[in-house]
């Protein structure tokens, strides 16, 4: 586990290096990441939810974060993101 980072091997980011070369080299001006705990899907967002039962915030924050998650997964387009006062994500398609 890390707190900041995102460990890989030097293979994995020297691929994700090349797919951003391609994509300016194709025309797009920026490249939006997302990045989420775990895959969020339904299936997985069950056994979270029982795994980390006594962790409320953590499942509220996870609920949050599924709202994008599920934005992004349906449509593949790029997501607006704010933040509230509460320190709520919201999540727009562009």
């Not at 980072?5 to 994700?16: H, S």
């Not at 967002?45 to 006594?54: A, C, F, P, S, V």
């Not at 997964?73 to 320190?87: F, I, P, Q, W």
Request: hydrophobic letters at 35%; proline letters at 3%.
């Amino acid at each position: 586990m890390t707190i900041g980072c995102l460990p890989m091997t030097d293979d994995k980011i020297k691929e994700l290096y090349l797919y951003a070369v391609l994509a300016r080299q194709s025309g797009q001006q920026h490249i939006p990441v997302y990045i989420f705990p775990f895959k969020m899907t339904d299936a997985n967002m069950k056994l979270y939810k029982l795994k980390y039962e006594h962790k409320k915030e953590l499942l509220t924050f996870w609920n949050n974060l599924k709202t994008g998650y599920d934005k992004f997964a349906s449509t593949r387009r790029e997501l607006n993101v704010t933040v509230d006062k509460t320190g709520n994500y919201g999540f727009e398609i562009c």
